[in-house]
């Protein structure tokens, strides 16, 4: 059990990369209205914002009390830096859920919220405190990450994410800091409506022989991109819209 969790930790973003693949039918829907936002706010060619520039608008505490957030570490940060895919064609999917730019970005800035649990009764018996703690281990965890571009930069990143989700819906396995995980199965999230475009998936993934689902929602707003990739210890992790809702909203 500890084993499993942590490679559950270390390959968070990898098996989240999986997500990437949406249905025709949400994309043709979700790609009709956004094609003409897109177009609407490439033309100005709007400037990328700088990673300082990010750091102000990615969430904080006061941000969403009902998580816990905090910015990942430099370990954290470096090994994410090396995330791979198997395939090359799939490596936006790695990136994209690795807290990475997709593609070249001006700037960029991350952080992880993760879910509280339920607070036991104060007179709650130590059976019910176990319990508690255990459901708390199991709450989802979703790594966030901004990434600025110049012109199209930021239409053309969501864009191969989504060619990646098409072409890597039958699996790939991710690496990263020496870990790897097998993404056995991509399908279409639940839609989420925000930004210009947005788009979402459900990726399974093995871990040690364990079954893992896990989530990952790309928003794309002017000229940033917004990666929610999250996944809990349970096993099953919960598409993020709090944390989602909350950043998208503090991106104007």
Do not use: W
Not at 178 to 200: M, N, Q, R, Y
């Amino acid at each position: 059990m500890i084993r499993r969790s942590v490679l559950s930790a270390s390959a968070v973003s990898l098996a989240l990369l999986a997500t990437a693949c949406g249905s025709d039918k949400a994309d043709t829907k979700a790609d009709a209205k956004p094609s003409e936002a897109a177009a609407t706010s490439a033309a100005p060619a709007a400037k990328a914002k700088t990673s300082a520039e990010l750091a102000g608008v990615i969430l904080v505490q006061a941000d969403l009390p009902s998580h816990v957030v905090k910015a990942p570490t430099d370990a954290e940060t470096k090994a994410a830096a090396g995330a791979k895919s198997d395939k090359p064609e799939c490596q936006p999917l790695v990136s994209a859920q690795s807290m990475n730019a997709v593609g070249t970005a001006a700037g960029t800035a991350g952080t992880r919220a993760v879910a509280k649990g339920k607070e036991p009764a104060a007179d709650a018996s130590p059976e019910e405190k176990l319990k508690a703690g255990l459901d708390a281990l199991g709450g989802t965890t979703t790594s966030v990450y901004l990434t600025s571009y110049e012109g199209k930069g930021a239409t053309e990143a969501f864009a191969s994410v989504k060619t990646a989700g098409t072409a890597c819906a039958g699996g790939y396995t991710g690496s990263q800091a020496g870990d790897s995980l097998k993404i056995t199965k991509v399908v279409p999230g639940a839609a989420v409506t925000a930004g210009d475009e947005a788009v979402a998936y459900t990726v399974t993934g093995d871990a040690d022989g364990e079954t893992m689902t896990m989530q990952l929602v790309v928003v794309r707003k002017g000229n940033t991109l917004a990666t929610f990739s999250a996944l809990s210890l349970a096993g099953t992790a919960e598409q993020p819209k709090d944390v989602v809702d909350a950043q998208v909203k503090k991106l104007g």
